[in-house]
């Protein structure tokens, strides 16, 4: 450590050295032995933070290098609590850092969608308000910053930061189950809500690239078309009997049984013309059945899922509320004895 001294005593800040080099303990032992072994051990873990300077004990210096090195903090000078507390804290931090990654790629990705489809031009900043990427840059900001919080509060220690982290994941908390409640209760109007939100994406087909891009998802993977049926898509303006286009009476491609020909090459016109045919012939072509009944029929039969990874994340939650509450109890703990034992000196 001669070629770097700042950093052999950053590294070693609990020791001291008189004016020769040589080591003295921090408390000499007729104080320790007044004071008690619990004392001596709360003083490890106090100097062990940094936060308490070295000549707060000039009047208790006695050369002994052995006796400087017990105040060397190890989360098992609490015993079984302190490590559980030493776990539990980096625990919090490791889910926070995960969580504000997590948070930040969703940001990105809603700004680089609403940059993609050029949002922010001035003839489309009008609708920007409706634009379901700004609820991906929405929530990414938010969980980044809630979850930036809780990291640096825990590993800093710090009670403001923490005490905000903590009562914004309680009014999260809050608001999932009140959510939830209220889901369950208005379970009748929730398929007038679904039906009105198909019938939107299917008048905004053309208009809205993620609106078309999510209407395609649900009718291909739930194999269904149009809200209650096929021929709701009469009501966009491409698809209606009335249009001038190639695509009047049709349906999206992603209402055809089989949109790829010969298994490679998406088929945009397999739904040309298919509202003019009758149901026994429109069968062997495109799927009959609206997607408010397969959404139906879906939630149905995956409810248990839905319920299990709903109460998951509602119990990650609470037990990260029950980490923060721990090491605020500990923090404040730590501060009253570190108080009681500089009035003891005294």
């Known amino acids: 450590m001669g070629w770097f001294p700042s950093f052999g005593r950053f590294l070693f800040f609990w020791e001291r050295r008189n004016q020769n080099g040589e080591n003295k303990p ?10 008690g072994a619990s004392a001596a051990s709360y003083l490890g873990t106090y100097e062990s933070s940094g936060s308490h300077t070295s000549s707060s004990f000039s009047s208790h210096e006695e050369p002994s290098r052995s006796s400087s090195r017990r105040f060397r903090f190890s989360p098992a000078s609490f015993g079984t609590s302190g490590w559980s507390d030493y776990i539990l804290k980096y625990l919090l931090i490791s889910s926070n850092l995960l969580f504000t990654a997590l948070g930040l790629a969703t940001l990105v990705l809603g700004l680089w969608g609403l940059i993609n489809k050029e949002s922010f031009a001035q003839e489309k900043i009008s609708g920007i308000g409706t634009d379901p990427m700004l609820l991906f840059l929405f929530l990414g900001l938010v969980l980044a910053l809630l979850s930036m919080t809780g990291c640096i509060g825990a590993l800093r220690e710090n009670m403001c930061l923490l005490r905000i982290f903590s009562a914004a994941v309680f009014l999260l908390v809050v608001a999932q189950v009140l959510a939830a409640v209220a ?111 397969s959404v139906a029929r879906w939630m149905e039969h995956n409810g248990g899922v839905i319920v299990t990874v709903v109460i998951v994340l509602l119990g990650i939650q609470i037990l990260t509320l029950f980490i923060t509450a721990r090491l605020l109890h500990k923090i404040r703990w730590t501060r009253a004895q570190h108080q009681a034992y500089l009035q003891a000196l005294q």
């Open 26 to 35: 921090l408390i000499t032992k007729d104080v320790r032995k007044s004071e």
């Open 183 to 293: 889901l369950f209760s208005m379970q009748a109007q929730m398929e007038d809500y679904l039906r009105l939100g198909m019938l939107t994406a299917i008048v905004r087909y053309q208009d809205d690239l993620d609106l078309r891009f999510i209407t395609d998802e649900i009718q291909t993977s739930l194999q269904c078309c149009g809200a209650d049926t096929y021929r709701d898509w009469e009501i966009n303006v491409y698809y209606n009997c009335s249009a001038p286009g190639v695509q009047a009476c049709g349906v999206p491609p992603s209402c055809c049984i089989d949109p790829l020909e010969n298994g490679t090459v998406w088929n945009s016109q397999c739904g040309v013309g298919a509202q003019q045919l009758d149901e026994f012939s429109a069968q062997s072509v495109i799927f009959l059945g609206g997607c408010l009944g």
